[in-house]
């Protein structure tokens, strides 16, 4: 019974910001990857932000300087902050965690969360 469940999404105007959370349970946390996707209407799923489970991070070019990873294991959380948004970052986004390096883990998918930026 693993769930994954984004939140934190909604509207808000240019250069607002947001803050995503991925909460995770049934699964051991802290032994998964854990990345944030993104997906607009008629565009192809793209990675903005990955965290490993050492805590080393990577974004897309993207959001690079704007968005920032974080996890707490102790809350079995990893979060996403968006700050400086633009109209160009709206689409649902969607919380993957992975455990599939460790034997028994596998691959999950939340239901995302609508990300709407105004111009």
């Known amino acids: 019974q693993v769930q994954i469940v984004e939140s934190g999404g909604g509207l808000v105007q240019s250069g607002g910001s947001l803050r995503l959370s991925c909460a995770a349970s049934g699964l051991i946390f802290s032994f998964t990857h854990v990345g944030w996707y993104r997906q607009a209407p008629e565009k192809q799923r793209e990675l903005v932000a990955h965290i490993t489970s050492g805590g080393t991070t990577t974004y897309a070019d993207s959001v690079k300087g704007r968005f920032t990873i974080s996890r707490d294991n102790a809350k079995n959380t990893v979060y996403l902050q968006m700050n400086s948004l633009k109209p160009g970052d709206t689409a649902v986004y969607f919380c993957?965690?992975?455990?599939?390096?460790?034997?028994?883990?596998?691959?999950?998918w939340g239901q995302g969360t609508q990300v709407t930026v105004s111009s």
């Open positions: 993957n965690v992975d455990g599939r390096f460790r034997n028994g883990g596998g691959n999950y």
